[in-house]
């Protein structure tokens, strides 16, 4: 089945380092990936999305990796800030359902 | 800023009562959708809709109901809660004038049925 995975591991970093993020796909080849922040207690905000002909997109401390030979996704922050700590969700859409489907998240905390 | 709001934020109810999670978005989207989501846990979606009058269940098997009569509001019913539906549930909307279906989600309904 399509699956997409990111390491369930919390991620733990000194402030002012860079945090990498990695979200690997299964079964398929999906045409764009997104990335979305989550914080306790709350629903998913709509952060960035790479489609499979961009390399790398950018935004502001953020910048996300498309590998379709690897069939994975890299999200970096970088300068983190404690602000930064946060679960980040990976999405694609499923050609089989035509759905969104999301990963399990890594949780990123940043410590001052 | 995205407009989707959802009440109430907390429920807690014992076995057996009927209960209606609210949503509703004021961003004029056509595609609404209702995930459920365990701590530490993917969201799986239960129910989405496509438009007024449409609705369809999702990849997760869910005894709960929705409803779509106008577009800015889809809300879910759970006829008998019972604890297995303890869980929290995010509604969400989107926009294919993209193409890309970006998602914006509501803060979410944490449900606890004792």
């Known amino acids: 089945s399509q699956k997409i995975e990111q390491n369930s591991e919390a991620l733990n970093i000194q402030e002012g380092k860079t945090a990498t993020l990695t979200c690997n796909y299964t079964?398929?080849?999906?045409?764009?990936l997104q990335w979305y922040r989550q914080d306790p207690g709350r629903g998913p905000v709509f952060l960035l999305l790479?489609?499979?002909?961009?390399k790398e997109k950018r935004k502001e401390r953020l910048k996300v990796t498309f590998d379709t030979t690897l069939k994975q996704s890299l999200f970096h922050i970088t300068a983190s800030q404690p602000a930064d700590s946060a679960t980040y969700l990976c999405?694609?859409?499923?050609?089989?359902?035509?759905?969104?489907?999301f990963g399990q998240g890594t949780t990123l905390q940043v410590k001052p | 800023e995205a407009d989707i709001y959802q009440t109430p934020r907390y429920l807690v109810i014992g076995t057996g009562k009927k209960i209606t999670l609210e949503c509703s978005q004021t961003?004029?989207?056509?595609?609404m959708y209702w995930y459920q989501q365990d701590p530490g846990m993917e969201l799986h979606l239960i129910h989405y809709?496509?438009?007024?009058?449409?609705?369809e269940k999702g990849d997760l098997s869910s005894e709960s109901t929705v409803s779509r009569i106008r577009t800015e509001h889809f809300p879910l019913t759970l006829e008998s809660a019972r604890p297995s539906h303890t869980s929290q549930y995010l509604c969400?909307?989107?926009?294919?004038?993209?193409?890309?279906?970006?998602?914006?989600f509501g803060p979410g309904t944490r449900l606890t049925v004792l």
């Open positions: 079964n398929y080849s999906p045409a764009y």
């Open positions: 969400a909307s989107s926009d294919w004038t993209s193409g890309y279906n970006e998602q914006f």
């Open positions: 809709s496509y438009g007024v009058n449409s609705t």
């Open positions: 999405a694609s859409l499923s050609s089989n359902t035509g759905k969104l489907i």
């Open positions: 790479i489609r499979e002909n961009e």
């Open positions: 961003m004029g989207h056509d595609k």
